[in-house]
């Protein structure tokens, strides 16, 4: 089975200041990952996904980067946060076209 | 892009009861679909796929599929307090990416 691990849960960051989070994975190789974000009482919104090492695409044009310099970590940046990028931040993995998707734990980002 | 659409709820159902949740999705190409829960403040599980029209049973939980009225649907049969979350449906497009609806706020009332 697969495995997806974040960290960390929760996270208070100032405004203008930089971000990384990572994800990796567990169980499987060559996976599908994906970084979605969830504003509050909101839905699911795909920010970016890679589908190998090295290969990314993003969904919606923002101040988020991210980046896959291993088959099995992902990882989230921004050289400088604002307010809107407060949000539950997912991770997430897909090891075959025959299942959905499985997510990691999240993390609560707060811009202050 | 690719559309599915669910009702915001809260859906309100007694315990024991039948709580029916939909879903609708604007890709009439879609195969393949899935149930999602998600308690308050935590990740997204999956509890269901469905890849054929018709019911597909898993213990309490039934999806159904009608691919000619692209309608996906969630069927939880005695109802507890614990299913008391927010049901995300969710659309495969292509070959890579799950397209989510917005979820039903489900409260099951002991």
């Known amino acids: 089975s697969q495995t997806i691990h974040q960290w960390p849960a929760t996270l208070v960051q100032p405004v203008g200041s930089p971000l990384s989070l990572e994800c990796t994975v567990e169980?499987?190789?060559?996976?599908?990952l994906y970084w979605y974000r969830q504003a509050a009482g909101r839905g699911l919104q795909l920010l970016f996904y890679?589908?190998?090492?090295?290969?990314i695409s993003s969904e919606v044009p923002q101040n988020l980067s991210a980046s896959r310099p291993q088959d099995r970590q992902f990882i989230l940046s921004s050289k400088k946060l604002l307010l809107s990028d407060s949000g539950f931040y997912l991770c997430a993995g897909q090891r075959g076209l025959t299942y959905g998707y499985t997510f990691g734990s999240g993390t609560r980002l707060t811009v202050v | 892009q690719k559309e599915v659409e669910q009702n915001s709820g809260p859906l309100s159902v007694p315990e024991g009861a039948i709580a029916s949740l939909n879903c609708t999705y604007s890709d009439r190409g879609s195969q393949s679909f899935f149930w999602y829960r998600q308690y308050s403040g935590k990740s997204p599980e999956l509890i269901m796929f469905i890849y054929s029209n018709g019911d597909k049973e898993d213990g309490r939980f039934t999806a159904q599929l009608n691919k000619a009225s692209q309608y996906v649907s969630l069927l939880i049969r005695d109802s507890q307090p614990s299913d008391s979350a927010t049901y995300l449906c969710?659309?495969?497009?292509?070959?890579?990416?799950?397209?989510f609806g917005t979820g039903t706020r489900l409260l099951v009332s002991p």
């Open positions: 169980g499987t190789s060559n996976p599908n």
């Open positions: 890679s589908v190998g090492i090295g290969q």
């Open positions: 969710a659309v495969r497009d292509g070959f890579q990416k799950l397209v």
